[in-house]
């Protein structure tokens, strides 16, 4: 069935343009059904839940869910420019490395 588009009129190509989107979330749905039904009879097929076939529950041999990284505390701050900041982790920032070229102590921007 072939629709000559240039002979419909705006709203009805609004019209069939809602349709489609309808029969296409429609189609979507009935595809996520059937995948799941699909998986459970897998899962029970080799006597799993879908959990444990898909690594979602925890047990033997399953990963550690990682904690939440803190934020590293400050330890170094340009008296020029507070906003300026470094933990001492990782390369130093470009503002500190000028100084310390220059011969400044690192000891000077210590937060006490």
């Known amino acids: ?38 998986v459970q009879k897998i899962a029970s097929e080799v006597g799993m839940s879908v959990e444990e076939l898909l690594g979602l529950q925890s047990g033997k041999g399953a990963k550690k869910a990682t904690k939440e990284k803190k934020p590293v505390a400050i330890k170094y701050r340009n008296p020029k420019d507070h906003t300026q900041t470094w933990s001492g982790r990782g390369k130093s920032p470009r503002w500190l490395q000028e100084i310390l070229n220059q011969g400044g102590s690192l000891d000077n921007f210590l937060i006490k």
């Open 1 to 38: 069935m072939k629709i000559d588009l240039e002979a419909l009129t705006i709203s009805e190509l609004a019209a069939l343009i809602d349709q489609a989107h309808d029969l296409i979330a429609r189609k979507q749905k009935d595809a996520v059904t059937s995948a799941r039904a699909e």
